[in-house]
């Protein structure tokens, strides 16, 4: 049996002036890997890749490989709006050192099926090491099909993974279901901490989900559990993971909710989002702490 893989889209450290907070960003890492997660995502949508400059992105790139690689799987986030800024980001991650880039597709404009295959097709045949596709039907405005991902694998080796972000697993299934069969080591990955194990079922490699920024020993349990086939522990770990998704519609966007209740943890990092996304409120902020209190009321699975 496959070993599911539990995947932290990290949330990015930035100080008052709206600059990297390197020790904060290295609090975050050290968190997450010792909380027993698998794997790193940097500059995720939780990451704050859309509004980060490109000196910042190299900077931060820079900083994970030397405090990530070798201790977990470090994946990059490197889409841009422009096909060779793209490229030219992934391939200077990947000489940098990540194990493999992420992309999501242009956003704004709703692509068709054939601009989607066009651009990771051009992508996909310039950079120089693995790439996980990401979709976010929600952020781009169209779903990046099970058929155009198919299409993509008979051409291009490289393209060894897919992060689907959709609340509505049948996407997911779908993919799955059409891209598997012909490549069975294709990894799909579930866009939601909740879906682990539905994913897990279905075929899939496991999930990327935010909430192991906040409590990376429960999503760690909740792969050992589906690992080791322990249904009663799956329950239990299901039922805080359920609980847990509630952090998600506290505030739009979420990631300014996440740091809140990472401070309130005690790790050391400073709330700060890029502008123009606003700290959490005195109302949120009680909110995330009733919410803390009743998870972690729950004693420990495993």
């Given at each position: 049996?496959?070993?599911?893989?539990?995947?932290?889209?990290?949330?990015?450290?930035?100080?008052?002036?709206?600059?990297?907070?390197?020790?904060?960003?290295?609090?975050?890492?050290?968190?997450?890997?010792?909380?027993?997660?698998?794997?790193?995502?940097?500059?995720?949508?939780?990451?704050?890749?859309?509004?980060?400059?490109?000196?910042q992105k190299k900077e931060l790139i820079d900083l994970s490989v030397r405090h990530v690689k070798n201790r977990?799987?470090?994946?990059?986030?490197?889409?841009?709006?422009?096909?060779?800024?793209?490229?030219?980001?992934?391939?200077?991650?990947?000489?940098?050192?990540?194990?493999?880039?992420?992309?999501?597709?242009?956003?704004?404009?709703?692509?068709?099926?054939?601009?989607?295959?066009?651009?990771?097709?051009?992508?996909?045949?310039?950079?120089?090491?693995?790439?996980?596709?990401?979709?976010?039907?929600?952020?781009?405005?169209?779903?990046?099909?099970?058929?155009?991902?198919?299409?993509?694998?008979?051409?291009?080796?490289?393209?060894?993974?897919?992060?689907?972000?959709?609340?509505?697993?049948?996407?997911?299934?779908?993919?799955?279901?059409?891209?598997?069969?012909?490549?069975?080591?294709?990894?799909?990955?579930?866009?939601?901490?909740?879906?682990?194990?539905?994913?897990?079922?279905?075929?899939?490699?496991?999930?990327?989900?935010?909430?192991?920024?906040?409590?990376?020993?429960?999503?760690?349990?909740?792969?050992?559990?589906?690992?080791?086939?322990?249904?009663?522990?799956?329950?239990?770990?299901?039922?805080?993971?359920?609980?847990?998704?509630?952090?998600?519609?506290?505030?739009?966007?979420?990631?300014?909710?996440?740091?809140?209740?990472?401070?309130?943890?005690?790790?050391?990092?400073?709330?700060?989002?890029?502008?123009?996304?606003?700290?959490?409120?005195?109302?949120?902020?009680?909110?995330?702490?009733?919410?803390?209190?009743?998870?972690?009321?729950?004693?420990?699975?495993?």
């Amino acid at each position: 049996m496959n070993k599911f893989k539990f995947y932290t889209p990290a949330v990015t450290a930035f100080d008052e002036q709206g600059n990297l907070d390197h020790e904060g960003n290295v609090n975050i890492f050290n968190h997450i890997i010792e909380g027993g997660i698998d794997g790193i995502v940097v500059m995720g949508s939780t990451g704050e890749f859309f509004s980060m400059t490109d000196a910042q992105k190299k900077e931060l790139i820079d900083l994970s490989v030397r405090h990530v690689k070798n201790r977990a799987e470090l994946i990059i986030g490197t889409a841009c709006m422009r096909v060779d800024d793209t490229i030219d980001l992934s391939n200077y991650a990947i000489d940098a050192g990540a194990d493999s880039v992420m992309i999501i597709s242009p956003y704004y404009f709703a692509l068709t099926d054939e601009s989607v295959f066009a651009y990771f097709d051009e992508v996909a045949s310039k950079v120089k090491g693995d790439i996980y596709l990401y979709n976010f039907p929600a952020r781009t405005g169209y779903n990046l099909s099970a058929d155009v991902t198919l299409k993509l694998l008979r051409k291009h080796k490289n393209i060894i993974g897919f992060k689907d972000t959709v609340y509505e697993v049948g996407n997911t299934r779908k993919l799955m279901q059409v891209v598997l069969p012909e490549f069975p080591d294709f990894k799909v990955l579930a866009g939601f901490d909740e879906n682990l194990y539905h994913v897990a079922t279905g075929g899939g490699a496991g999930v990327i989900g935010g909430i192991s920024n906040l409590y990376p020993e429960i999503c760690a349990q909740y792969t050992k559990a589906v690992n080791t086939g322990n249904q009663e522990e799956i329950f239990k770990t299901q039922r805080k993971i359920d609980k847990l998704m509630d952090i998600y519609s506290i505030g739009t966007p979420f990631f300014p909710i996440i740091k809140k209740a990472m401070v309130m943890r005690g790790i050391k990092i400073n709330d700060i989002c890029t502008a123009p996304y606003l700290r959490a409120t005195d109302e949120q902020t009680k909110k995330i702490e009733k919410l803390m209190k009743e998870v972690e009321a729950q004693p420990l699975c495993l």
